[in-house]
């Protein structure tokens, strides 16, 4: 079966710019979750969607915000972009968010 | 919140030799993943490991929840085991979110 699917594989935006995300997650799992990667920070969750509802954040801006659709797919978006917002951003899929997660490939994004 | 701290941080191998990547948790869980990432950036699923050992071709893992903490043995290793390894542990309640630890950077040598 396909595995989860992220695009773009790569950005570059401007200072200020807002980007859009996208994640498909595995057929049948219901959980999408959505995580930064830095080399300073290691890996940070974001949040979480279950069946269109975020169930849980992480500690990150107002700034970062997401959706899921009925189909499970999610996006994120992050607003006003900064320098620091340069990351890979991993999403993970699960059938229900509490067993075995499966990563997409991620989105590096490159902040200008 | 949880700490989930590993060791070594890096690690050198020659081709062949074996290894042992330690997981340190400081509360309780009720599973734990590890993960290996690629020099690609690809997060790969390695074991689902709550307790007791699991063995995959030249990797197993052994966790011991009573005592907060995992291992992870590669045997024989290859180039391509080259990467990080993650331990993870999922917090949160009734909803989840995976708390990665710090990591183990692997370089194998040919």
């Known amino acids: 079966k396909a595995g989860v699917t992220q695009t773009p594989r790569y950005l570059i935006k401007t200072r200020g710019q807002q980007v859009t995300l996208s994640c498909s997650p595995i057929?049948?799992?219901?959980?999408v979750s959505w995580y930064q990667q830095t080399p300073g920070q290691g890996l940070q969750f974001l949040f979480e969607?279950?069946?269109?509802?975020?169930?849980n954040k992480g500690n990150f801006p107002g700034r970062f915000s997401g959706r899921q659709f009925s189909n499970s797919r999610s996006e994120m978006n992050v607003s006003t972009l900064e320098l620091g917002d340069s990351a890979l951003y991993l999403c993970?899929?699960?059938?229900?968010?509490?067993?075995?997660?499966?990563f997409g490939s991620g989105t590096r994004l490159t902040v200008v | 919140g949880i700490q989930v701290e590993q060791s070594p941080p890096d690690l050198i191998l020659q081709e062949g030799a074996n290894s042992t990547l330690r997981c340190n948790f400081s509360d309780s869980v009720n599973n734990l993943q590890w993960f290996h990432q690629n020099p690609w950036g690809q997060l790969i699923n390695l074991f689902y490991i709550p307790s007791g050992t699991k063995q995959n071709g030249r990797l197993s893992a052994t966790t011991v929840a009573t005592e907060r903490y995992s291992l992870l043995y590669i045997s024989s290793s290859q180039t391509t085991d080259s990467g990080v390894y993650f331990c993870a542990v999922p917090r949160g309640g009734a909803t989840n979110k995976l708390i990665f630890g710090t990591g183990t950077l692997l370089a194998v040598q040919p």
């Open positions: 057929s049948g799992h219901r959980s």
């Open positions: 969607y279950f069946s269109e509802t975020q169930r």
């Open positions: 993970a899929s699960s059938l229900a968010g509490s067993e075995g997660y499966t």
